[in-house]
C-alpha cells in the first residue's frame, strides 16, 4: 500500500516552461487536493477535487490547471511557469465527507529561473 | 472565507517541559480542527483531531482543546522529547465543503536538551 505518490520529486524549469505534477493514491480516496507550500505561509489550497468528475479552485488557482484523471490520479498543471511558482507542492488524499483524515504525498520541490 | 492564525511562529523548550500552540479561526461554521506535524523534509502528518462537538480530546501526550465561544482551539504537547521537534500546524474545516481545510501558518517547535 504505497498510499499517495508523487513524481518527480524535484523539478527545475525555467520561467515560461510548462510541465505537470503527477499525484496517485490507492486508498480508494474519493476527495484529492493539491497544496503548496511556501516559508512562513504554511499550506495553501491551489485546487481540489470532491470526487471523481468534480475539480474547484481553492485559495491560490491563478497560473494553474487540474485534472481528475480518475478516481485514482489527480495531475496539476502550470502552463507558463513564473519564478512566484518556486515552491513544494503537496498532493493530499481524503475520504470526503466528514472529519476525514487528508493524507500528504511526499512533496514535489519546484524551482522556476 | 476562512482564517487561520497559528502563534507563536517559533517555540523554544526544553526537554520535558510542556509546549502549547494556539490557533484562532474566523468562520463560525468551522467543526473541524486537526493538528498535522512535518518533520524537515518530510509530509505533514495527522497527529490529533478534535469536532466541534468536543471540548477536549486527549492521546498519551497530546492534548488539544477547543473553546467555540471564543473560536479558538489549542494544542498541548506535555514532557516534550526531542522526537517532538517539528513543524506544528492547526487547521480548520467546514465539512460540508470537501474537507477542505485551511492551515494556519504554523510553529516551529524546538525541544532542547
Known amino acids: 500500500n504505497a498510499g499517495v505518490t508523487q513524481t518527480p520529486k524535484f523539478q527545475v524549469l525555467k520561467t515560461g516552461q510548462s510541465m505537470t505534477l503527477q499525484c496517485a493514491q490507492d486508498m480508494n480516496h474519493n476527495s484529492m487536493y493539491w497544496y503548496r507550500q511556501d516559508p512562513g505561509m504554511g499550506l495553501r489550497l491551489i485546487y481540489y477535487s470532491a470526487s471523481e468528475g468534480t475539480t474547484d479552485k481553492g485559495e491560490v488557482p491563478n497560473g494553474y490547471n487540474v485534472s481528475r484523471l480518475n478516481k485514482r490520479e489527480f495531475s496539476l498543471r502550470l502552463e507558463s511557469a513564473a519564478p512566484s511558482q518556486t515552491s513544494v507542492y503537496f498532493c493530499?488524499?481524503?475520504?470526503?465527507?466528514?472529519?476525514?483524515?487528508?493524507?500528504f504525498g511526499p512533496g514535489t520541490r519546484l524551482t522556476v529561473l | 472565507g476562512e482564517n487561520v492564525e497559528q502563534h507563536p511562529s517559533t517555540l523554544s523548550v526544553q526537554e520535558g517541559d510542556s509546549a502549547v500552540i494556539k490557533c484562532t479561526y474566523s468562520?463560525?461554521?468551522?467543526?473541524?480542527f486537526p493538528w498535522y506535524k512535518q518533520e524537515l523534509g518530510k509530509r505533514p502528518q495527522l497527529i490529533i483531531d478534535i469536532r466541534s462537538n468536543v471540548g477536549e480530546k486527549k492521546d498519551q501526550r497530546i492534548a488539544v482543546t477547543l473553546n467555540k465561544t471564543a473560536k479558538h482551539f489549542s494544542l498541548h504537547i506535555t514532557e516534550t522529547q526531542p522526537e517532538d521537534s517539528a513543524v506544528y500546524f492547526c487547521?480548520?474545516?467546514?465539512?460540508?465543503?470537501?474537507?477542505?481545510?485551511?492551515f494556519g501558518t504554523g510553529t516551529r517547535l524546538q525541544v532542547t536538551l
Open positions: 468562520d463560525s461554521a468551522s467543526n473541524y
Open positions: 493530499a488524499s481524503s475520504d470526503g465527507g466528514s472529519y476525514n483524515e487528508q493524507f
Open positions: 487547521a480548520a474545516s467546514n465539512t460540508g465543503t470537501a474537507s477542505k481545510l485551511t
